[in-house]
């Protein structure tokens, strides 16, 4: 699928800050693919699609998750995370893209998971530091995403964990396997 074409699709889902913070995500995915060799076509196409459901109404996202045999424990979580798994789903269906590479990109960009793939890990980086994000902490990951992507990683983990904490928020099981998988892999 042509660029044009998916940004056409996309853009429909989204407010216009989010296909903004979209547009970022594609162009800084694209960069990493670029350096860190993986395929940038389907870094451009999960970047593209990855926010795809974050809109849809919370009964359609739960109705999804239990019919599709997804994790249950998502329903017990914050609702922010519904939107990665039921996205990978729509742009299965509704999109038509049946790469599980692209779909797993998109399914996994919110909570990470262990063993992510060079391009599941991509997209978590674009999404966390494109140019239109300012939070604390955002530029000292993006310092690390031009040297060392798993370290990148692991600095965004640890401060999505730490806003969680403090926000006394509880922590999804996975995003905790995501960085330990992570940590026990450096030498
Ligand atoms: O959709 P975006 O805003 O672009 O970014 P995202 O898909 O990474 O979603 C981020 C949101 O998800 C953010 O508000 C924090 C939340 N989140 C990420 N991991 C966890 C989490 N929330 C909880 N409760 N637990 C998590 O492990
Ligand atoms: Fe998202
Ligand atoms: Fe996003
Ligand atoms: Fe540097």
């Known amino acids: 699928m042509e660029r044009h074409e998916a940004l056409e699709i996309v853009q429909k889902q989204l407010t216009d800050h989010r296909y903004q913070h979209t547009l970022g995500v594609m162009e800084t995915a694209i960069a990493l693919a670029k350096q860190y060799g993986a395929d940038e076509k389907k870094a451009e196409l999960a970047a593209i699609f990855h926010d795809y459901?974050?809109?849809?109404?919370?009964?359609?996202?739960?109705?999804?998750?239990?019919?599709?045999?997804?994790?249950?424990?998502?329903?017990?979580?914050?609702?922010?995370?519904?939107?990665?798994?039921?996205?990978?789903?729509?742009?299965?269906?509704?999109?038509?893209?049946?790469?599980?590479?692209?779909?797993?990109?998109?399914?996994?960009?919110?909570?990470?998971?262990?063993?992510?793939?060079?391009?599941?890990?991509?997209?978590?980086?674009?999404?966390?530091?494109?140019?239109?994000r300012i939070f604390p902490g955002v530029e000292e990951v993006?310092?690390?995403?031009?040297?060392?992507?798993?370290?990148?990683?692991?600095?965004?983990?640890?401060n999505t964990i730490q806003f969680l904490l403090k926000k006394n928020q509880p922590i999804y099981p996975t995003t905790i396997e995501t960085y330990n998988a992570l940590m026990m892999k450096k030498k």
Do not use: C
Not at 78 to 85: C, D, F, G, Q
Not at 142 to 158: F, P, V, W
């Open 53 to 132: 459901a974050k809109f849809r109404p919370k009964e359609e996202m739960k109705r999804i998750i239990l019919e599709q045999n997804m994790p249950n424990d998502l329903l017990l979580h914050n609702t922010e995370l519904w939107h990665a798994p039921v996205g990978a789903y729509l742009v299965q269906t509704e999109v038509g893209i049946n790469d599980e590479a692209i779909l797993n990109a998109i399914r996994y960009h919110t909570s990470g998971r262990s063993d992510m793939t060079l391009l599941e890990k991509i997209i978590y980086i674009a999404d966390y530091i494109e140019p239109g």
């Open 142 to 158: 993006r310092e690390l995403a031009k040297h060392d992507l798993d370290e990148a990683l692991i600095q965004a983990l640890k």
